[in-house]
């Protein structure tokens, strides 16, 4: 998500609230090591992230500022940009069959993208919000804000839905997605925490705890909105790339475990 509609006072105690409900939950928690930093756009407002031959595909939010972008790795440039139609509010992003898949905030729409030219091929709909997107085996996977995960076919017709939980409890505002050696990643909104979720079951599985990542006063003007939002995975090179809305910065982190285990996990295993 989106523009900030709750308070900064709200958005603490939900980091608050779910950093005790990470501490009872009996799944390992990592940490990072940064491994390198890079350029972002400190005016891309990031919905969704994904990284593909070298490349990274993002997609940025905000009603007549939305687009779709090609952006080289090592220097943030954007090399091919598609705008959105400003009515539309764009979301998360993913590659489905050889297309970008994205979704839209309230509209309803989801859009499909020629994979090189950008070009809008065909638009779906969908009931309620889209937030994240992630691709993954035979399936493509949405978040909508609440705990759900939507669960669509290759044709982008939705044929399940489960609900993500933490020791049984449901775990709500669920953004960007990505799909990790088997696993969904999960942003959750307002904190600097991902969840990583058993697809199969619904569970989280494991924490990762981004605080400190990058400063509140280094996250541009409005920290408010400048959230941990966008995770990328190269699955050749096992390198795994996370940065947030109107950050001036991404990063390649390696997961360090520091509990169940206190061993250091790295995804290059």
Same mark, same amino acid.
């Given at each position: 998500?989106?523009?900030?509609?709750?308070s900064?006072?709200?958005?603490v105690?939900?980091s608050?609230?779910?950093?005790?409900?990470?501490?009872?939950?009996a799944?390992?928690?990592y940490?990072?090591?940064?491994?390198?930093?890079?350029?972002?756009?400190?005016?891309?407002?990031t919905?969704?992230?994904?990284?593909?031959?070298g490349?990274?595909? &993002? +997609?940025?939010?905000?009603?007549?500022?939305?687009?779709?972008?090609?952006?080289?790795?090592?220097?943030?440039?954007?090399?091919?940009?598609?705008a959105?139609?400003p009515?539309?509010?764009?979301e998360?992003?993913?590659?489905v069959? $050889?297309?970008i898949? $994205?979704?839209t905030?309230? +509209?309803?729409i989801g859009?499909?993208?020629d994979?090189?030219?950008?070009k809008?091929?065909?638009?779906?709909?969908?009931?309620?919000? $889209?937030?994240?997107?992630?691709? $993954?085996?035979?399936y493509?996977?949405?978040?909508?804000?609440t705990? +759900?995960?939507?669960?669509?076919?290759?044709?982008?017709k939705?044929?399940r839905?489960?609900?993500?939980?933490?020791?049984?409890?449901?775990?709500t505002?669920?953004n960007?997605?990505?799909?990790v &050696?088997?696993?969904?990643?999960?942003?959750?909104?307002?904190t600097d925490?991902?969840?990583?979720i058993?697809?199969?079951?619904?569970?989280?599985?494991g924490?990762?705890?981004?605080?400190?990542?990058? &400063?509140?006063?280094?996250?541009?003007?409005? +920290?408010?909105?400048?959230?941990?939002?966008?995770?990328?995975?190269d699955?050749?090179?096992?390198r795994?790339f996370?940065?947030g809305k109107l950050?001036?910065?991404?990063? &390649?982190?390696?997961?360090v475990?520091v509990?169940q285990?206190?061993?250091?996990?790295n995804l290059?295993?």
């Amino acid at each position: 998500m989106k523009i900030r509609v709750a308070s900064t006072v709200a958005s603490v105690f939900a980091s608050t609230l779910l950093a005790w409900n990470m501490a009872q939950a009996a799944v390992p928690v990592y940490t990072f090591v940064v491994k390198n930093t890079y350029p972002h756009d400190p005016q891309a407002f990031t919905q969704g992230l994904f990284f593909k031959d070298g490349f990274l595909y &993002e +997609s940025t939010g905000m009603q007549g500022r939305s687009s779709l972008r090609k952006v080289e790795l090592t220097t943030g440039r954007v090399l091919q940009k598609q705008a959105l139609a400003p009515e539309l509010f764009g979301e998360g992003i993913a590659e489905v069959d $050889g297309a970008i898949v $994205g979704l839209t905030w309230t +509209s309803q729409i989801g859009l499909v993208f020629d994979a090189k030219t950008f070009k809008e091929k065909k638009r779906f709909s969908y009931t309620g919000e $889209g937030w994240g997107l992630a691709s $993954g085996g035979q399936y493509a996977y949405m978040s909508d804000g609440t705990a +759900s995960i939507r669960v669509l076919d290759r044709k982008l017709k939705e044929v399940r839905r489960f609900d993500v939980t933490v020791d049984g409890a449901p775990l709500t505002r669920l953004n960007e997605l990505e799909w990790v &050696e088997g696993q969904l990643f999960a942003n959750v909104w307002g904190t600097d925490m991902i969840a990583r979720i058993d697809p199969a079951s619904g569970k989280v599985v494991g924490w990762i705890v981004l605080t400190k990542l990058l &400063e509140p006063a280094q996250r541009g003007t409005n +920290s408010v909105d400048a959230v941990l939002n966008g995770i990328a995975y190269d699955s050749k090179q096992k390198r795994l790339f996370v940065t947030g809305k109107l950050w001036p910065k991404l990063f &390649e982190i390696e997961l360090v475990e520091v509990r169940q285990g206190a061993q250091q996990t790295n995804l290059r295993q």
